[in-house]
């Protein structure tokens, strides 16, 4: 066995070792841990051609024993010793703790908690399709036609596969199309390049309780790769920053995960009690790193904005890097150290704009970004802003970063535009109803909720359901 791995594309579940491998490094070291073959555009092609034998395997089984094979492959997700790479390595749960931290930057607490969440999801399945499908019968699915509430139903599949171009930056993401496989659908997955680990660990997973190999493409891929995969497939998910996803926006066939933009709302009626929720937003802004879209990127507040991004400067400032084993760890390094320099010059450009204060620096007593044995980190940056109109005010970084700014309250939804999760604190019933019929909130928590609380079988960003199946008028005579 060499020491090595050595991670195959699967073309739709056969493995296949190509000439041009990637490596994939410790963030720290620099060490090499694994090869990763790649595939171009081409042979992506040729495989897409013939995904239909892909869906036919799928289709042998009922939804329901999709459910129960997605539990197993979440039990053997969390606790199983599952293949890595076609040279004969098992990986542990704990190898793949370890491994993905020193890759990612993610310490090990967060890699297991990211762990829980995608566990969550495959062992509470048939909640969450409950849910996505409001209540339907899903054995609908399995004949194509059925009757509930009272009215005929059918459903027929929107696509040939789900096509999914992945990023590096949170494991838990890929807890967004587990739901496809007892859905009756493929994947055919574009990892990131530096976390290849949990799509292939959650695909042998999946395998290893009784899914069909060939119902799962994992291609490792260049730009012309990742296309074909989104133009193809029928359905797609984009993970990116706005200058990757920005040419999809219009494409209903693809679902964008960009940045959230989310935000933390206090309401006239509640500001004087500003103090009793500084924990919930810390938690909001910092929780998982920083890394996920629904951080809370910028507190709004009608007054006491100053004081506020004190108290919140006081308790995530002094926040420092700390070995990946710490239980307390709370902050991530980066993979790509030059993301690292990008964001720390990208906040000192948009200090140089008046009207704003980095309330973190007087408790950092030190540099934003920092180097510790061998990792690059940026520590928490929370910036006072008069108004909108600063460049730093809806802003959104890879970090615990978020902005407070002033806004009236009369004015807060005409100025924090697209927000992905909004918690708002207030009882006013006349806000609560702005709020609710506001197009541009996707998940709203109205009290001291976090805007990272997620409900799995209410989806804040796409009911995949819906995004797989599509309903059909039908009529039967026989």
């Not at 969550?120 to 909640?127: C, P």
């Not at 096509?163 to 739901?179: E, K």
């Amino acid at each position: 066995m060499n020491a090595l791995p050595h991670i195959p594309a699967l073309r739709l579940g056969r493995d296949y070792a190509s000439l041009e491998q990637s490596e994939v490094k410790d963030h720290r070291s620099g060490a090499v841990l694994a090869k990763v073959s790649q595939v171009n555009g081409g042979i992506l092609k040729r495989d897409l051609a013939k995904i239909s034998g892909s869906r036919a395997a799928l289709r042998k089984f009922t939804t329901a024993q999709l459910i129960e094979l997605s539990a197993k492959a979440g039990d053997l997700f969390l606790n199983g010793s599952l293949p890595l790479g076609d040279q004969g390595h098992l990986q542990s749960p704990t190898d793949y703790i370890q491994t993905l931290s020193l890759t990612s930057g993610l310490p090990h607490v967060m890699v297991r908690r990211n762990m829980a969440k995608i566990h969550y999801a495959l062992t509470h399945m048939s909640e969450i399709l409950n849910g996505l499908s409001r209540g339907l019968d899903l054995s609908v699915l399995d004949r194509g036609f059925g009757e509930q509430f009272g009215t005929k139903l059918s459903f027929m599949p929107a696509c040939a596969a789900l096509g999914l171009v992945m990023p590096s930056n949170s494991p838990a993401v890929n807890s967004l199309w587990l739901p496809a496989i007892a859905l009756k659908t493929p994947v055919v997955i574009k990892p990131g390049k530096d976390e290849p680990w949990t799509p292939y660990r959650l695909i042998q997973a999946f395998i290893a309780a009784g899914v069909p190999a060939e119902a799962f493409g994992f291609y490792p891929t260049d730009h012309e790769g990742a296309a074909t995969i989104l133009n193809t497939c029928g359905r797609a998910l984009i993970f990116g920053d706005k200058s990757t996803t920005q040419q999809y926006a219009s494409n209903p066939a693809i679902q964008i995960h960009g940045p959230g933009w989310s935000k933390f709302l206090v309401g006239e009626d509640q500001i004087e009690n500003w103090r009793d929720y500084i924990d919930v937003m810390a938690a909001s802004i910092s929780d998982n790193g920083g890394r996920s879209c629904i951080n809370a990127s910028a507190i709004v507040v009608p007054k006491y904005a100053a004081e506020i991004a004190d108290a919140l400067a006081q308790k995530l400032g002094p926040i420092q890097p700390s070995r990946p084993e710490d239980e307390n760890a709370r902050l991530s390094g980066f993979a790509n150290p030059k993301m690292a320099d990008f964001i720390d010059a990208q906040i000192d450009e948009g200090l140089k704009t008046p009207g704003a204060e980095d309330a973190t620096a007087r408790y950092r007593q030190g540099p934003r970004k920092v180097e510790f044995e061998g990792g690059t980190y940026l520590r928490p940056v929370i910036i006072r802003c008069d108004s909108f109109a600063h460049p730093l005010a809806n802003r959104e970084f890879l970090c615990p970063y978020a902005s407070v700014v002033t806004s009236p309250q009369s004015e807060m939804l005409k100025n924090i535009g697209y927000t992905l999760a909004c918690s708002a604190i207030t009882k006013d019933p006349a806000f609560i109803s702005e709020l609710e019929a506001f197009p541009e909130i996707d998940r709203l928590n109205i009290g001291p909720v976090s805007t990272m609380k997620i409900s799995w079988d209410q989806p804040h960003e796409g009911n995949m359901f819906e995004f797989l199946w599509k309903r059909r008028s039908i009529e039967r005579a026989w």
